[in-house]
């Protein structure tokens, strides 16, 4: 699914929240060991984004699926074994949002942001291609899409449709 159609329905008020709450954390105000301090403490599982997607399968009903599942290819952030589809929730500043990247351009250490969101993306690409040799279908959310109302339901629909069609096989 295109994540170009939200610009129009709000997330660029997301994507603007985003930026400035980075260009506030990503100022030159603290040293380096600092930064790597708190670059640490950034979570990695239970964001509120993935928190959101939990949320979302659970108002639709749908059950049969895990979080975080460790043992399938890339770790996605929810799993239905059964029908063998993987979700995953991609930060927006992490893997280089096309929508949002030019507002979360990090203003210092610019060459080791872009090398590592670089590696995010080939990393998800790679993930992608090998769940899909497993017979995976892979679903990927952009963070300001799982967050904006419109775009959840787009995600719903896609979703109820392609687990229909999985169950049916």
Request: charged residues 30%; glycine residues 4%; proline residues 3%.
């Amino acid at each position: 699914m295109d994540c170009c159609s939200c610009i129009k329905s709000g997330c660029r008020s997301i994507c603007s929240f985003i930026t400035l709450e980075l260009s506030n954390c990503m100022s030159d105000n603290l040293k380096p060991s600092d930064r790597q301090k708190t670059m640490r403490a950034v979570k990695s599982k239970d964001t509120k984004p993935e928190k959101c997607l939990f949320a979302m399968l659970a108002s639709m009903g749908i059950r049969g699926w895990r979080k975080h599942a460790d043992d399938v290819v890339g770790k996605p952030d929810v799993a239905f074994d059964d029908c063998k589809l993987a979700i995953f929730v991609d930060g927006c500043f992490w893997h280089g949002c096309p929508v949002c990247q030019r507002l979360l351009k990090p203003q210092t250490n610019q060459v080791y942001w872009e090398l590592k969101i670089q590696r995010n993306k080939e990393r998800a690409l790679k993930y992608n291609q090998q769940l899909q040799q497993q017979g995976w279908e892979v679903i990927r959310i952009w963070e300001h899409e799982i967050q904006d109302i419109s775009c959840r339901e787009k995600y719903k629909k896609r979703l109820r449709l392609l687990l229909e069609k999985k169950q049916n096989e």
